[in-house]
């Protein structure tokens, strides 16, 4: 069965760091490449970042790019998210996904809710 | 890029059919076919129903269609049913390695 289970989120105050990590099963982590999507409360679904299957390549939404910093490591079958200088605004329910050659998101781990508040 | 536009809620009853629409511009949805569609239940992650403009993964009920003109995409829902109800958002890949999605749709099935 194809997985991916989010841990690391938690409360963190602004200007704060945080590493979310992905961990995948299932299916064969380094031919797939990845993407976090996020999620405020109430709101919609907003894309954030993306690495290649081999994790050379990265891009990132302009709202957290130069702050956040996805990486991978196919040995482990893992996918990161480093979160520095948390601002209140990236309070949401973050989200890893498969992205195939379709471009499409889809296989999604549960979510981990990450809280930055003073 | 700004989100693709999606109308806030849309309702049918059980066995009619609704279809949401789903706005952007030439640099996402013009100007490719990765455009998806996910079925979000509150509190739960999002479903993919529909990748590349029309076609549905593996168990997705064909009471899903899709379609994309220009740049606008919609979804059908045909033969509505009440476990349809939640959550719809549509994706465009929009270059570079980057993804758009819409503002979201809430279906209620009446």
């Known amino acids: 069965e194809v997985q991916l289970v989010e841990s690391g989120g938690g409360l963190i105050q602004p200007g704060g760091s945080l590493r979310l990590s992905c961990a995948a099963s299932?299916?064969?982590?380094?031919?797939?490449?990845m993407s976090w999507v996020r999620q405020a409360p109430g709101k919609g679904l907003e894309w954030v970042s993306f690495?290649?299957?081999?994790?050379?390549?990265?891009y990132y939404a302009d709202s957290v790019k130069g702050r956040f910093t996805i990486s991978r490591d196919n040995s482990k079958n893992t996918l990161y998210l480093q979160m520095n200088s948390l601002r209140v605004e990236d309070t949401a329910v973050y989200y890893c996904a498969t992205v195939p050659y379709s471009q499409a998101f889809d296989t999604w781990g549960q979510g981990t809710m990450v809280t930055v508040s003073s | 890029q700004s989100a693709l536009t999606q109308p806030r809620s849309v309702s049918g009853s059980p066995g009619q059919s609704v279809t949401i629409s789903c706005t952007g511009v030439g640099s996402n949805i013009g100007a490719y076919t990765f455009v998806s569609w996910y079925q979000q239940i509150p509190g739960k992650a999002p479903k993919l129903i529909i990748y590349?403009?029309?076609n549905r993964p593996s168990g997705v009920p064909d009471r899903f269609s899709a379609s994309k003109s220009g740049a606008t995409a919609s979804l059908t829902i045909s033969g509505l049913q009440a476990e349809d109800e939640g959550d719809f958002y549509c994706c465009s890949y929009a270059g570079d390695y980057t993804w758009v999605f819409g503002t979201g749709t809430k279906i209620t099935v009446l």
């Open positions: 299932g299916f064969a982590f380094n031919s797939r490449a």
């Open positions: 590349g403009v029309n």
């Open positions: 690495v290649s299957m081999s994790g050379s390549n990265s």
